[in-house]
Antibody, heavy 121, light 112 residues
Framework: QVQLVESGGTVVQPGTSLRLSCAAS????????MHWVRQAPGKGLEWVAL????????YYAESMKGRFTISRDNSKNTLYLQMNGLRADDTAIYYC??????????????WGQGALVTVSS | DIVMTQSPLSLPVTPGEPASISCRSS???????????LDWYLQKPGQSPQVLIY???YRASGVPDRFSGSGAHTDFTLKISRVEAEDVGVYFC?????????FGQGTKVEIK
């Protein structure tokens, strides 16, 4: 069955960097676009970034452009989110999610359990 | 960016009764392929979101047929024909027409 398992969530200080990973299994990872979506404590869902099946295109929410980088290693079935210059308002659960399409936005048909990132001094 | 607006934000429901949630977008979600790129998700307490409906009206795999989606262009509705206790949680609509993907604020459904 499809599984997405995030890791790397922790407590960090403002201004520092952190990389999240999402290990995928149970499907042909290299055939699907992948997304990151976050949820601040007690708040709604906020889309973060999208990467196409082959890594050739990346898209970001405006507030994360230049600070966050989405990437993937299809040989390792793993999705990444590199987060730099973290701020207190980046505190959230970060979910990786599979897009149903390979190379365009689409619904998110599978989600991981999430990784909690807390940015605090 | 496309703004998504849901109503109501809170919905007390009675088991066995129908329920309905509205979602409006600030611009048409109709693609040239004929589909409306509007999806519905349910986040049950303590869980990750799960897709219920995609492309406006297509039920995702394993979703009970008491859930249905309708609408076009800018006005969409999620209906539950007979609410069950397991349907409690927060329902989100999301437009997947273009990046940035955007979500509605969420509608919290709870049992009366």
């Amino acid at each position: 069955q499809v599984q997405l398992v995030e890791s790397g969530g922790t407590v960090v200080q403002p201004g520092t960097s952190l990389r999240l990973s999402c290990a995928a299994s149970g499907f042909s990872f290299s055939s699907y676009a992948m997304h990151w979506v976050r949820q601040a404590p007690g708040k709604g869902l906020e889309w973060v970034a999208l990467i196409w099946y082959d890594g050739s295109e990346e898209y970001y929410a405006e507030s994360m452009k230049g600070r966050f980088t989405i990437s993937r290693d299809n040989s390792k079935n793993t999705l990444y989110l590199q987060m730099n210059g973290l701020r207190a308002d980046d505190t959230a659960i970060y979910y990786c999610a599979r897009g149903r399409r390979a190379a365009r936005p689409s619904e998110l048909d599978y989600w991981g359990q999430g990784a909690l990132v807390t940015v605090s001094s | 960016d496309i703004v998504m607006t849901q109503s109501p934000l809170s919905l007390p429901v009675t088991p066995g009764e129908p329920a309905s949630i509205s979602c409006r977008s600030s611009q048409s979600l109709l693609h040239s392929d004929g589909h409306n790129y509007l999806d519905w998700y349910l986040q049950k307490p303590g869980q990750s979101p799960q897709v219920l409906i995609y492309l406006g009206s297509y039920r995702a795999s394993g979703v009970p047929d008491r859930f249905s989606g309708s609408g076009a262009h800018t006005d969409f509705t999620l209906k539950i024909s007979r609410v069950e206790a397991e349907d409690v949680g927060v329902y989100f609509c999301m437009q997947s027409l273009q990046t940035p993907l955007t979500f509605g604020q969420g509608t919290k459904v709870e049992i009366k």
